[in-house]
């Protein structure tokens, strides 16, 4: 699996702080590898400490299946096809905020977001995310 | 309980690689003995990492209770008569891909797959318990 | 309690990768505030993963008892006068590389540091301690 | 960090199960990729079941500090450096059986091997690293 260097994973929590503080909504950010341990993380001021455990967990999901946490949740809703599936894992997070870090084409880790409304983390994981794929090209 | 051997239990991978491997689907097949204990484990180049855990489950799923997993899902569901029941046995898996293995009708084990859709697992699934129930006739 | 900045925080990370580039070390670096709860993290490339739980728990200790990690070791040593204080609090880390953050005499979190050999980690832990004192004056 | 391929994995799993068949020793051995997730797993007919966590911790031990699982104790140990290090990372295995597999001069996961007396699993987790190694020259 590709690598994530500090240095991509640090600007991805600077697009990430740098959106949320657009948007004045203090915010957690976990930026995880590929492999799905931790490589950066950033508790902005005010952010909710309930949120640091939220983020970690988007991350965690959203690099364990490799798309955005808001996707296990079609399988994972009642009448989903995987009932229960967010409780695997150690338990998953499957609303919006986790978001997977692609370079060339290959997922090289994720980024996951929590202290705002679920629209507002979504936001600035996406814009977290998109500083990473921009930098890259 | 009756055993089930190593060379048995790489038979249930081996089948089930190859119909992954035919469906172009990389999956996390888990194999438990009758005694709930892991017999062996193959993750597939390009198999999501947030499956390895799903794969032991369903297969861990169906050891326990001699049944297909999703058979589960019909006693745990939203007003079914076991409510809470996929709490049980410290996190149950109750939808499809774990599957028993029968050696002269006798439940020896059980393989989970995990990795692509639902149904595909399935298909997976069933394509590796066959090929041990094939093996013994 | 006193609260610890996110900047503040990335100053403390910062002299700590500072420190451990010009020793050729790659580490793991966690700060906490007072609270204990995580308030900034980075994994340096080429850091183990095993050290990221060990830089967490350095970080936790000395924060939870407000003096270096390894000052907790006196304690729980064999023949010291807490057996079994390493246990308590989900398992503390009693080996130095853990550091109280003071500022104006006040302590507002700490940082651990692991990855290399422990005088490296704690020589890496009090240069990053220390820029956030020397920043303070 | 360097990918490990199932058809890697399993020439480590075979050259252990032709080494502890040679020496007539049931084992479990369970490989790992570099970023510490299971890739394959086989236990040998007759083999401890207490054994399977321990082959996996070993396994997962060598893996976050690309070393091998004994070389922990030297830390680990009384009077060692790091008291208590073995109860980090929810619990390490210390003693031999765990050895990283390298290829090219990187660590691309690690082998744990578990059921026999130390030395023997360490003989068996020795010829199944080795055997990849040899593969890749």
Redesign the interface.
Known sequence: ?S?L??QE??QVLAAG?AQATEMSVPVNIAVL?????????????GAL?GS?DIAMGKAR?S????MNSEDLFE?SK?GG?????E????G?VVFAGGRPLVVDGEVVGAVGVSGGAVAQDDAIAQAAATALTAAAV
């Open positions: 699996m690598s260097s500090l994973a640090e702080v590898d590929a492999g799905v341990n931790l490589k950066a993380f950033a508790r902005m001021d400490l640091i999901t690099a364990l299946f490799q399988f009642p096809s995987s009932f229960g599936l409780n695997t894992n150690g998953l």
